[in-house]
């Protein structure tokens, strides 16, 4: 068989299969985050808007949030897919770039569900109590602003962890 | 025996007047204000786009001409952009807020005059 993919020790057939799998973890975890930040706030902003609609410029917050989670898990799985080619081309694709891959994509979809779980609880909660106490806003941007940088963190991970593919 | 109706005294439907007639809003401008304003629209428009476009649009317009085809920096500018519209949404709601209140005080001022 004459392959164009060198297919020794360090670059096995199934390594693609990690990098694909961290692409889909990373899209997949993260919009699972953002969606539920999205519904979990979004019920709430439903909850104000009945009683007070000139809030609801203010607790779309979160929702903006979520969809930053969700871009976070955008520019990762681009990232890697921009990493991977087929093997028709002749890049190797190595095991070691596979794992790595899969790291990056596992940091930034799983960060980016609890920034989004976070995100979810803290503007269904914070959005309703903003209604009956102005006050609440300052302290609810933060907390939410504490939740996001959870996703951020991942994404910073995943950043670094895929500079060391071109070595 | 039922007393009998005066016809020729009476006015029939078509004569009777519209307004002061069956429909007394007839001649008044129903409010068709939209309950959201037009500019609130816009905005919340505008951030959904910049949203969706900025960040992804930063990353490939700069991967290759600016950063060289160091993605690592595209990426973390793409993130940055999402951030820059979260703040400008912030800020826009904020502001927003403040424009209201002091409509809502000039209002005031004018009622105790």
């Known amino acids: ?167 | 025996m039922a007393t009998r109706r005066i016809v020729s005294q009476e006015k029939s439907l078509l004569e009777k007047d519209d307004r002061i007639g069956s429909s007394p809003a007839a001649n008044e401008k129903s409010n068709i204000t939209p309950a959201v304003p037009t500019a609130v629209i816009v905005k919340l428009l505008a951030f959904t786009f910049a949203m969706i476009i900025l960040p992804i649009g930063s990353y490939f317009a700069t991967v290759d001409t600016i950063f060289k085809g160091n993605s690592t920096f595209a990426g973390a500018l793409a993130a940055v952009m999402a951030n820059v519209v979260l703040i400008g949404y912030v800020i826009a709601a904020m502001k927003e807020d403040q424009s209201d209140q002091l409509e809502e005080s000039a209002r005031e001022k004018k009622k105790g005059l």
């Open chain 1, 1 to 167: 068989m004459a392959s164009t993919m060198a297919d020794s020790e360090l670059t096995p057939k199934f390594a693609p299969f990690l990098g694909m799998a961290g692409i889909a973890a990373a899209m997949v975890f993260g919009s699972m985050g953002a969606a539920y930040g999205t519904a979990k706030s979004g019920i709430g902003i439903a909850g104000v808007g009945t009683f007070r609609p000139d809030l609801i410029m203010k607790c779309l917050i979160p929702v903006v949030m979520s969809g930053i989670i969700a871009v976070y898990a955008l520019v990762v799985s681009v990232l890697i897919a921009q990493d991977l080619g087929p093997p028709s081309s002749g890049t190797n694709y190595s095991l070691f770039n596979g794992f790595m891959h899969l790291a990056c994509g596992l940091s930034v979809g799983l960060t980016g569900l609890a920034a989004g779980y976070c995100i979810g609880i803290v503007g269904d909660k914070g959005v309703r109590s903003y209604m009956l106490q102005s006050r609440v806003f300052v302290g609810m941007v933060l907390i939410l602003i504490f939740g996001e940088v959870l996703g951020l963190y991942g994404l910073i991970v995943a950043l670094i962890l895929n500079t060391k593919s071109k070595g």
